[in-house]
């Protein structure tokens, strides 16, 4: 069995965490790009989503993550017993997350739905891979928003697909290498060709940003529909 050697290192996030939303139960946030969800083991990599909050909101835990360079919402549990109620929800699929990305290319068809298995292989860390033997079932739905150009700092002109993606499954970068999958990356996507093009590779983030997150609330029942606009 391989042993995963983990070498990353965050650099400094300057940018606040936004609270959105709080009550006695949990927090509502926007994430931004570049700021890990969880600290990570390396010390040099204590600064995160988690390590921040926590100092405010004694005994807060995370119910879901966002990749390091992904921005928007994060719904954080204040304790114990609503994380279990809100992790139940995420394991039964009832949460809804929607995400806006920019994707290189313009996509021909304007909403489909990616359906293909995801695998993690120790070998390739920290890239996912999709196997249909050894992969957990994975799915995701996208629909275009709009197809423009962006001017590159060599003066040409970059097709970009503006789109909204809705993974119905919540591996491992699902969305990230299902765009690969369909031959057009998210835009800034350093591990699944998002800045191999010509003029991408000063792309400042990764394009992707979790802007609606629908749950129900553990505690009042109420139905939450949170949105955070899309800062790209």
């Keep these: 069995m391989s042993t995963i050697i983990d070498t990353f290192i965050a650099p400094q996030c300057l940018e606040e965490i936004e609270i959105l939303y709080q009550d006695d139960h949990l927090l509502l946030i926007n994430k931004p790009a570049g700021l890990l969800s969880l600290s990570g083991k390396n010390p040099r990599n204590l600064d995160s989503v988690h390590h921040r909050l926590v100092k405010l909101f004694p005994g807060c835990t995370l119910v879901h993550r966002l990749d390091f360079g992904t921005s928007g919402l994060m ?16 394991s039964q699929r009832s949460v809804t997350k929607i995400y806006r990305a920019l994707l290189c290319g313009h996509l021909h068809d304007d909403e489909g739905v990616i359906d293909a298995p995801i695998a993690k292989d120790p070998t390739l860390f920290p890239l996912m891979s999709i196997c249909p033997i050894n992969g957990k079932p994975a799915r995701s739905r996208y629909q275009v928003i709009e197809r423009t150009h962006h001017l590159l700092e060599n003066k040409t002109f970059m097709p970009l697909t503006r789109v909204e993606l809705t993974p119905e499954t919540g591996r491992t970068h699902q969305l990230r290498i299902h765009c690969q ?35 129900v609330h553990p505690v009042s029942g109420e139905c939450m529909n949170a949105k955070c606009a899309c800062p790209f």
Excluded: W
């Design 75 to 90: 719904v954080i549990a204040r304790n114990k017993a609503i994380n279990a109620a809100l992790c139940q929800q995420f």
């Design 181 to 215: 999958l369909l031959g057009h990356p998210i835009l800034g996507c350093d591990l699944y060709g998002g800045l191999m093009l010509a003029g991408t590779e000063h792309t400042p983030r990764l394009m992707l940003h979790a802007s609606e997150l629908k749950f």
